[in-house]
Antibody, heavy 121, light 112 residues
Framework: QLQLKESGPGLVKASETLSLTCSVSGGSISTSSYYWGWIRQPPGKGLEWIGNINYSGRTYYSSSLKSRVTISVDTSKTHFSLKLTSVSAADTAVYFC?????????????WGQGQLVTVSS | QSMLTQPPSVSGAPGQRVTISCTGSISNIAAGFDVHWYQQRPGTAPKLLIYGNNRRPSGVPDRFSGSKSATSASLAITGLLAEDEADYYCQSYDSNLTASVVFGGGTKLTVL
């Protein structure tokens, strides 16, 4: 049974870098069919896609966040990570990692439980 | 501002049928990209409900169905149950530079 679990600091200071890791168990990041993504949800608001990475490390980013985002896959292929630089209060959100498939566009079939990250001033 | 437009809320009584619309544009739904739907209960992660416009993942009841037309898509829920009360999001792919994956703003379903 595939499980995804986000981990990282729940509090980040404004202007610093947000770093989260998604641990993958019960499945392999190395499978070529899948993409691994990050999606966030500000409190009380809707979902916003951040970006995806595939098994070989090819990345796809939301153009609104592209200048501040880096998604990477660990060489052990057991987890992938998100870095978001120069954060502000607007980046306060629940951050979800997810496994995606591509068929006329991506969709996300398995999600982690989410990690609330609060940006403090 | 979402590139996919959903009504903020819908409601229905137990046993009834409700539909949730998702209106897109020339760069997403009208371009032929698939529409997918997610259910999110309070305090939980989204769950894939419909993918590829009208396909249900294993375990999703057939009370949930999806459809797509030229520039919009719809999620229909029949035989409403109290447990269906949740937020529902549509999602597609967008060919504009601003985003590749786009979500609707979400619809809150209230079971009366």
């Amino acid at each position: 049974q595939l499980q995804l679990k986000e981990s990282g600091p729940g509090l980040v200071k404004a202007s610093e870098t947000l770093s989260l890791t998604c641990s993958v168990s019960g499945g392999s990041i190395s499978t070529s069919s899948y993409y691994w993504g990050w999606i966030r949800q500000p409190p009380g608001k809707g979902l916003e896609w951040i970006g995806n990475i595939n098994y070989s490390g090819r990345t796809y980013y939301s153009s609104s966040l592209k200048s501040r985002v880096t998604i990477s896959v660990d060489t052990s292929k057991t987890h992938f990570s998100l870095k978001l630089t120069s954060v502000s209060a607007a980046d306060t959100a629940v951050y979800f990692c997810a496994r995606g498939l591509f068929s006329s566009g991506w969709y996300f079939e398995h999600w982690g439980q989410g990690q609330l990250v609060t940006v403090s001033s | 501002q979402s590139m996919l437009t959903q009504p903020p809320s819908v409601s229905g009584a137990p046993g009834q049928r409700v539909t949730i619309s998702c209106t897109g544009s020339i760069s997403n739904i009208a371009a032929g990209f698939d529409v997918h739907w997610y259910q999110q209960r309070p305090g939980t992660a989204p769950k894939l409900l419909i993918y590829g416009n009208n396909r249900r993942p294993s375990g999703v009841p057939d009370r949930f169905s999806g459809s797509k037309s030229a520039t919009s898509a719809s999620l229909a829920i029949t035989g409403l149950l109290a447990e269906d009360e949740a937020d529902y999001y549509c999602q597609s792919y967008d060919s504009n530079l601003t985003a590749s994956v786009v979500f609707g703003g979400g619809t809150k379903l209230t079971v009366l």
